[in-house]
Nanobody, 123 residues
Framework: QVQLVESGGGLVQAGGSLRLSCAAS????????MAWFRQAPGKEREFVSGISSSGGRTYYADSVKGRFTISRDNAKNTVYLQMNSLKPEDTAVYYCAARTSFVSENGEEYNFWGQGTQVTVSS
C-alpha cells in the first residue's frame, strides 16, 4: 500500500530550526512531484513548498521564502523540509503529499497524503 510518513515535528522557540522528513513507500517515488502543505486550527490548508520529480525545480509560498528549503533523496524515497528562522505563525500540522505530473499549489490535485506532523513555534 502507498504510505507517506512524516517525521521531525516538535516544539521549538521562535528563531529556531526543524527538519521535517517524509518517507514514501509503495509508489514510484522518483516519478512523483512532492509537496508540503500545512494547516493550523481553524484555517484552510495552505501550500508551503514543492519539488519536481527530479529535484530540479522548487517552489515556495511567499511566507516561507528565504527561510525554508525543500529537497529530496530519490535513493532513499524521502523528501525533506528544512525550516529555519521559525515564527509562531508557522505553527501548524505539516503534511507531505505526492502527485503525478508537475508541482501544484492546489492540494486537491494531489493523490497521496501523509498523516501529518505537528510543528509548534513558541514566542
Amino acid at each position: 500500500q502507498v504510505q507517506l510518513v512524516e517525521s521531525g515535528g516538535g516544539l521549538v522557540q521562535a528563531g529556531g530550526s526543524l527538519r521535517l522528513s517524509c518517507a514514501a513507500s509503495g509508489l514510484p517515488f522518483s516519478g512523483k512531484a512532492m509537496a508540503w502543505f500545512r494547516q493550523a486550527p481553524g484555517k484552510e490548508r495552505e501550500f508551503v513548498s514543492g519539488i519536481s520529480s527530479s529535484g530540479g525545480r522548487t517552489y515556495y509560498a511567499d511566507s516561507v521564502k528565504g527561510r525554508f528549503t525543500i529537497s529530496r533523496d530519490n535513493a532513499k524515497n524521502t523528501v525533506y523540509l528544512q525550516m529555519n528562522s521559525l515564527k509562531p505563525e508557522d505553527t501548524a500540522v505539516y503534511y507531505c503529499a505526492a502527485r503525478t505530473s508537475f508541482v501544484s499549489e492546489n492540494g486537491e490535485e494531489y493523490n497521496f497524503w501523509g498523516q501529518g506532523t505537528q510543528v509548534t513555534v513558541s514566542s
